[in-house]
């Protein structure tokens, strides 16, 4: 692990039915924190139908772009979990049943006292010369293939498979961060938040508007990778909190006189 180098990720989340509500995404955000843990970037995250020429295109684009690609869903029995045959297609290899999958797939399923059927026997497609990801949960392996890791999209599962690829990843230095209470608004804090940011293009401030009451407020969190750049940050950052207060104090007295 280098602890100089930035790492970069992205997600293609997989299937119609994310897009159409019926099931509510875990897994980008369990990734996202996952990644921000092994000092990973995630840079995408994009969402796309269970369709072959749109999985193709949204996966060549980020594998080009970004170390690795993440993707979850697509790889059931059904008719429509295409995932497999798609990413076999963007890579430009056969998408075969993997005689490893197969194996462990029927005594799975022999143990179980179940038949394995053609439909489970999907499962076991992958395209050629891929990698397994173990499935400690149900069995059924997910995929690797050069920076691309193929998951389930059942969260259980994707978090197992997920916790077997981490390891053996290419990491970065990680993202520190501290958070600072801020008593006012957006509007009133955006621009000289903005030139501190603006001094400071090797740390990422983010604001985070908050109302309760009849009042605004925001939490606002520094985001770098030097615990010292961070911390000269964030005092900068309190710094103008006090100076908008004072401001506010001297209108206040102004305004009594």
């Given at each position: 692990m280098?602890?100089?180098?930035?790492v970069?990720a992205a997600?293609l989340?997989i299937g119609?039915?994310l897009?159409?509500g019926?099931t509510k995404?875990?897994?980008?955000?369990?990734?996202?924190?996952?990644?921000?843990l092994?000092g990973i970037?995630?840079?995408e995250?994009?969402?796309v139908a269970?369709?072959?020429?749109?999985?193709?295109s949204a996966l060549?684009?980020?594998?080009?772009?970004?170390d690795y690609?993440?993707?979850?869903g697509g790889?059931g029995?059904?008719h429509?979990?295409?995932?497999a045959d798609?990413?076999?297609k963007?890579?430009?290899v056969?998408?075969?049943?993997d005689?490893e999958?197969m194996?462990?797939?029927g005594e799975m399923y022999?143990?179980?006292?179940m038949?394995f059927?053609?439909?489970?026997q999907?499962?076991?497609?992958m395209?050629?010369?891929?990698?397994?990801?173990?499935?400690p949960?149900?069995t059924a392996?997910?995929?690797n293939i050069?920076n691309?890791?193929?998951?389930?999209g059942v969260p259980?599962?994707?978090?197992?498979m997920?916790d077997?690829?981490?390891p053996?990843?290419?990491t970065?230095a990680?993202?520190l961060?501290?958070?600072?209470?801020?008593p006012?608004?957006e509007?009133e804090?955006?621009?000289?938040?903005?030139?501190?940011?603006?001094?400071?293009?090797?740390?990422?401030?983010?604001?985070y508007?908050r109302y309760?009451?009849?009042?605004?407020?925001?939490?606002?969190?520094?985001?770098g990778?030097?615990?010292?750049?961070v911390?000269?940050v964030a005092?900068e950052v309190r710094?103008?909190?006090?100076?908008?207060r004072q401001?506010?104090?001297?209108?206040?007295?102004?305004?009594?006189?």
């Amino acid at each position: 692990m280098s602890n100089e180098t930035i790492v970069t990720a992205a997600m293609l989340a997989i299937g119609d039915e994310l897009l159409s509500g019926r099931t509510k995404d875990k897994n980008i955000g369990h990734l996202a924190d996952v990644l921000l843990l092994a000092g990973i970037d995630l840079k995408e995250v994009r969402i796309v139908a269970d369709e072959e020429d749109a999985i193709v295109s949204a996966l060549n684009a980020l594998r080009s772009q970004y170390d690795y690609v993440f993707t979850s869903g697509g790889i059931g029995p059904t008719h429509d979990d295409i995932t497999a045959d798609a990413i076999a297609k963007a890579f430009g290899v056969a998408c075969e049943h993997d005689a490893e999958a197969m194996r462990i797939m029927g005594e799975m399923y022999a143990r179980r006292e179940m038949e394995f059927t053609e439909a489970r026997q999907r499962m076991a497609r992958m395209p050629l010369g891929s990698k397994h990801i173990a499935n400690p949960v149900s069995t059924a392996p997910g995929f690797n293939i050069s920076n691309v890791y193929v998951m389930a999209g059942v969260p259980q599962v994707f978090q197992a498979m997920l916790d077997n690829v981490i390891p053996t990843l290419r990491t970065g230095a990680r993202v520190l961060s501290t958070a600072i209470s801020c008593p006012y608004g957006e509007g009133e804090i955006g621009t000289p938040l903005g030139l501190i940011q603006k001094a400071h293009p090797d740390t990422s401030i983010g604001s985070y508007p908050r109302y309760v009451g009849q009042f605004f407020s925001t939490e606002i969190v520094v985001r770098g990778r030097s615990a010292e750049l961070v911390e000269n940050v964030a005092a900068e950052v309190r710094a103008m909190i006090e100076a908008i207060r004072q401001s506010k104090a001297k209108e206040n007295q102004s305004a009594e006189a």
